[in-house]
């Protein structure tokens, strides 16, 4: 079975600095899509980085960078020069190659202080 | 327009009564899923349309109808509420099954059943 872990519930740092969050997954196939998404206050779901299992270079969009480990099976989420309008609900989710379902990690909330 | 439109925003139901959520995309994309959202919890998948095929999860098949009369809309229906439907439900819309693309999300809808 098919399965997203985040075992941060929350985490807090210092505006413009740089945070790590973890997810690691379960997964028999050799070939899947990992992504990471930011909920906001509003509820909205917005799509943020991807990363191909079959790619070794770790994806990088703006500020938001992944550090995949697939012996581990692990990819993380890396966000640095953080902003307070980086404070939202980020998820972990995994989709198998020719499959339709995507499946969710529970989430961290983080939190961006002045 | 990468806009998916979910109605309404907030719904009130009645406990035994129906439900229907809408959901609208014209990115014509050929995929569209419905997920559940409870606080603290992961984005649940309830059902997904490819196509014109329906495909609905074990676990909650009895529960939710869907129907999607044209590429452009999907429903999600609920027959009978009760207290454990209330939740946020997402609709979300995709290109191709099981590829890279990522989910694109509606801003939700809120259900809580009286």
């Known amino acids: 079975a098919q399965k997203v872990t985040q075992t941060q519930t929350s985490i807090s740092v210092v505006e413009k600095t740089t945070v790590t969050m973890d997810c690691v997954y379960e997964?028999?196939?050799?070939?899947?899509?990992l992504f990471w998404y930011k909920q906001t206050a509003s509820g909205e779901i917005v799509f943020l980085i991807r990363?191909?299992?079959?790619?070794?270079e770790n994806a990088t969009v703006g500020h938001y960078s992944l550090n995949f480990q697939k012996p581990k099976s692990s990819i993380g989420l890396i966000i640095t020069a953080t902003q307070i309008e980086d404070s939202a609900v980020y998820f972990c989710?995994?989709?198998?190659?020719?499959?339709?379902?995507?499946?969710f990690g529970q989430g961290t909330k983080l939190s961006i202080k002045p | 327009d990468t806009t998916v439109k979910q109605n309404p925003r907030y719904k009130l139901a009645r406990v035994g009564k129906p439900v229907n959520l809408i959901c609208s995309q014209t990115?014509?994309?050929?995929?569209m899923y419905w997920y559940q959202k409870k606080p603290n919890q992961a984005p649940k998948l309830l059902l997904f349309?490819?196509?014109?095929?329906?495909?609905r999860e074990a676990d909650t098949f009895e529960k939710f109808q869907s129907s999607r009369p044209n590429n452009s809309f999907c429903s999600l229906y609920i027959g009978s509420a009760g207290l454990e439907y209330s939740a946020m439900y997402l609709c979300?819309?995709?290109?191709?099954?099981?590829?890279?693309?990522?989910?694109?999300f509606g801003s939700g809808t809120r259900l809580t059943v009286l």
């Open positions: 979300a819309s995709s290109v191709g099954l099981g590829s890279a693309e990522t989910l694109y």
């Open positions: 997964t028999r196939d050799s070939s899947y899509f």
């Open positions: 990363q191909d299992s079959y790619k070794k």
């Open positions: 989710a995994m989709r198998r190659y020719n499959q339709g379902k995507l499946i």
């Open positions: 990115m014509n994309h050929d995929t």
């Open positions: 349309y490819y196509d014109k095929i329906l495909n």
